[in-house]
């Protein structure tokens, strides 16, 4: 099983051959596919959350029934859980300073024809907000049936802008229009149905394990996936997406962008892959809406807590391990306060590391 991803290198600092997939170098002139390298199967086991001396961190952050972000929450409001069982807290901060890695995932499928001009100017308009140069870094995949990174991990605003314009709705052969493919497309092989196709999980799986994954230490890291939710194509599932996000410990958000002359939103999808790894998904249903949604994931991404524990489970066993942040505070629990985190990871294997 392979996953496809183009790399394009304009204006991109290095990026280093990603590893359990095929990808195509576009040199200057012509498109040059290299030779597939074998991929191997997602194992459970490879999935292990990143751990200094056996201490687990976890981020999180705090909203009343409003959805109203709450900023002063104590160490005492809180309680963890690791399957099932109470945990001792070791560190409980704050973490709106704390740097940050973003891959901006943006979805170029046919049914994003008509909607993806407004997602690329929220985009831009979102990172010329939050982004703080001396401190983030961000990347940009556009996909379809497979991905292609527009722009490596970059502080580089106007990099990051003229990526962001690159990416375009290139409609596959044999495309009328409208959603319509002609009665018989040209032969060429799987080309034509990967391009017009959206292999969600494929991207979301990549740029986790490759773009995230080598991220520097000490800094959040964090997916916003613009699509319509509706995965036709790929080799992943749901499920080796969430994973995969869990492994590089990155949220996802969500936002739902799609056009009511298909199908819509897939609502059930993106709430899954984004409560799942700690973020959320907002479903825009004007160009309004839409930089709202921006706005308030900007906001999350400046509120987050941050906690420690070490486990009382010591074994490096590779088992996964469920998480859940409860509150302590009978005051919060009545203004029910809601609690967003990713729900689990996967310890260290000792026999795997020998």
Not at 49 to 62: H, K
Not at 73 to 100: H, V
Not at 110 to 134: D, W
């Amino acid at each position: 099983m392979k996953i496809r991803i183009k790399v394009l290198i304009v204006g991109c600092l290095g990026f280093a051959a990603i590893v359990g997939a095929s990808f195509v170098v576009p040199p200057a002139s012509a498109q040059t596919e290299a030779r597939p390298t074998p991929t191997p199967p997602v194992d459970p086991q490879d999935e292990e959350i990143r751990i200094d001396t056996e201490v687990v961190n976890i981020l999180f952050t705090a909203q009343d029934k409003e959805r109203r972000l709450l900023l002063g929450l104590k160490k005492e409001d809180i309680r963890i859980l690791e399957d099932g069982k109470p945990q001792e807290l070791i560190a409980f901060t704050r973490q709106a300073d704390l740097p940050l890695s973003l891959a901006i995932l943006i979805d170029t499928s046919i049914s994003q024809e008509r909607t993806l001009p407004e997602e690329k100017l929220a985009a831009v308009s979102f990172l010329e907000s939050f982004m703080r140069p001396k401190q983030d870094e961000v990347a940009v995949i556009s996909f379809t049936g497979e991905s292609t990174l527009e722009q490596g991990m970059t502080n580089n605003l106007q990099r990051l802008r003229r990526a962001i314009d690159r990416v375009k709705f290139v409609p596959p052969a044999g495309y009328i229009g409208g959603g319509v493919m002609a009665p018989t497309p040209p032969i060429s092989g799987t080309g034509t149905q990967v391009a017009g196709s959206t292999a969600i999980w494929d991207s979301i799986w990549v740029t986790a394990a490759d773009v995230l994954g080598p991220a520097p230490e000490k800094t959040r890291r964090a997916i916003i996936l613009l699509s319509d939710g509706y995965n036709t194509s790929g080799q992943k599932k749901l499920e080796e997406a969430v994973l995969a996000a869990q492994k590089a410990e990155a949220v996802i958000y969500s936002v739902g962008i799609g056009d009511n002359f298909y199908s819509g939103v897939d609502e059930g999808a993106l709430k899954k892959i984004s409560e799942r790894t700690g973020g959320r998904a907002f479903f825009p249903r004007d160009e309004r809406q839409l930089r709202e949604a921006f706005k308030q994931i900007e906001e999350e991404m400046r509120s987050q807590y941050l906690l420690s524990y070490e486990p009382n489970n010591q074994a490096l066993d590779g088992s996964y391990r469920k998480i859940e942040i409860t509150l302590a505070n009978p005051e919060l629990a009545k203004q029910k306060v809601k609690l967003t985190h990713r729900q689990g990871y996967f310890a260290r294997d000792e026999k795997k590391r020998k």
